[in-house]
């Protein structure tokens, strides 16, 4: 089946660590997304991408890096610079048509950074 | 600005009762408008997507959504609740073109046995 695959699930950092979450996609979709959740406040996007070696910022990139090399695969790395990295952050695609642009979600990883 | 609201954060019902959860979209044109629902420490699945034509939307898991210009809503109803309703759903809205989507920050359903 196809589908998008995130890990690890859970991850644990140390503050002043980078860590990279892994986000892979069978979907054959052109676009990519990353997304941060914390409770109480939705979905906020961090960064986008609809092009494969193309990424945008979303509304919260600060302290936030991404790549996409290759057309399966969107990583996120949160650096140290992130004042407040301890979220889930969702990872999702879609496909760029006028008719199926529903976002399609992995399972989310849960980052603590202590 | 581009928004989507859900006034309610948490909602009760019993099962077997009917269930509607409101949202409102708030966009310069008609946005595309989607139901998706998470359950705890899962991603989001979507429920059902209105893009254009025909305002009542079917989805998956018996739920259905109407698109109301006039009142800039998009609710989500289901007849009869099941205890595996329980969960949080979004409501979100997206621009063709753009791609942006725009969340709103949830409402938690719980069901009462």
């Known amino acids: 089946d196809g589908g998008i695959t995130q890990s690890p699930k859970y991850l644990f950092r140390k503050e002043g660590q980078n860590v990279t979450l892994s986000c892979e996609q069978n979907l054959n979709h052109d676009a990519m997304y990353w997304y941060r959740q914390d409770p109480g406040q939705g979905l906020r996007l961090i960064y986008y991408?609809?092009?494969?070696?193309?990424?945008q910022k979303g509304d919260i990139a600060e302290g936030y890096s991404v790549s996409r090399e290759k057309k399966e695969s969107f990583p996120l790395t949160v650096t140290s610079a992130q004042k407040n990295p301890t979220a889930f952050y969702l990872c999702?695609?879609?496909?760029?048509?006028?008719?199926?642009?529903?976002?399609?979600f992995g399972n989310g990883t849960r980052l603590t950074v202590t | 600005a581009q928004s989507v609201t859900q006034p309610d954060i948490h909602i009760t019902v019993s099962e077997g009762a009917s269930l509607e959860l409101r949202c409102n979209y708030s966009?310069?044109?008609?946005?595309?408008l989607f139901w998706y629902v998470q359950s705890p420490g899962q991603g989001l699945q979507l429920l059902l997507k209105y893009f254009s034509g025909d305002t009542l939307v079917q989805g998956i898991k018996g739920f259905e959504a109407e698109f109301k210009r006039s009142q800039s809503s998009f609710n989500l109803r289901k007849p009869s609740v099941h205890w595996s309703d329980a969960a949080e759903y979004f409501c979100a809205g997206a621009t063709s073109g753009t791609y942006k989507y725009i969340f709103g920050t949830g409402t938690r359903l719980k069901v009462l046995a």
């Open positions: 999702a695609s879609s496909r760029e048509t006028r008719e199926d642009g529903a976002l399609h």
């Open positions: 966009y310069g044109a008609t946005p595309y």
């Open positions: 991408s609809q092009i494969v070696n193309d990424f």
